[in-house]
């Protein structure tokens, strides 16, 4: 079964800099995708990112990108610049290309000091 | 504009009742799910339906129960026999197949249960 780490519960950054959030993850399979989702005070899921297992190239959306290290099993997002509106819980996700499950881990509350 | 609305906002449930939290969606995704949010734990899966009329049990099963008669809609009853209820209750829907494997989830706002 495929599994999720999040290792760091609460990171802090201060306003204008870069700060970077860890993900792991345990498959057996080749072929998958891989979320990272922010969800701030208000509850709502927000999807920030997403990388193709099979793409080389880490997938970059504005200020936020992410270092996919697919022999490592790891997936980091990276935050350049950060916002006081980045302040938030952010979950890694994993999807299976056979199944239609989606694996969380247990996320990373990221607070931004002004 | 297309989205997942779940419903109530909060709900309150008395010892030895079943409740039924609601979720609906207009995207046209034929793939639902519900998931369990509890402090320190990220989401955790309750049951998943890839299809009108069958649903499969997730990784937290026990104490609820769900259908799936339309397309739009994937009702989740939390029974009496879920000892621990209270938490944060999230409704998900997707494309499934896996030419779609790219597409990430879409989320409804959540239901918040809590014992009285």
């Known amino acids: 079964a495929q599994t999720v780490t999040q290792s760091q519960p609460e990171m802090s950054v201060q306003e204008a800099e870069t700060v970077t959030l860890s993900c792991t993850y345990d498959t057996s399979e080749s072929d998958y995708y891989l979320f990272w989702y922010k969800q701030p005070p208000s509850r709502q899921m927000i999807l920030v990112i997403r990388?193709?297992?099979?793409?080389?190239q880490n997938a970059t959306e504005n200020r936020f990108s992410v270092n996919f290290q697919k022999a490592a099993k790891s997936f980091s997002l990276k935050i350049s610049d950060s916002q006081l509106g980045d302040a938030a819980m952010y979950f890694c996700?994993?999807?299976?290309?056979?199944?239609?499950?989606?694996?969380f881990g247990t996320g990373t509350r990221l607070k931004v000091l002004a | 504009d297309g989205g997942i609305t779940q419903s109530p906002k909060y709900l309150f449930r008395k010892e030895g009742q079943n409740v039924t939290l609601s979720c609906e969606q207009n995207l046209n995704h034929d793939a639902m799910y519900w998931y369990r949010q509890d402090p320190g734990q990220g989401l955790r899966l309750i049951y998943y339906s890839q299809i009108v009329n069958d649903f499969q049990k997730g990784d937290i099963a026990e104490g609820y129960s769900v259908s799936r008669e339309k397309k739009e809609s994937f009702p989740l009853t939390v029974t009496s026999a879920q000892k621990n209820p209270t938490a944060f209750y999230l409704c998900a829907s997707s494309i499934p197949g896996q030419q779609y494997s790219n597409q990430p989830q879409h989320f409804g706002d959540g239901t918040r249960l809590s014992i009285l």
């Open positions: 990388q193709e297992a099979y793409k080389q």
């Open positions: 996700a994993y999807r299976s290309v056979i199944t239609y499950k989606y694996i």
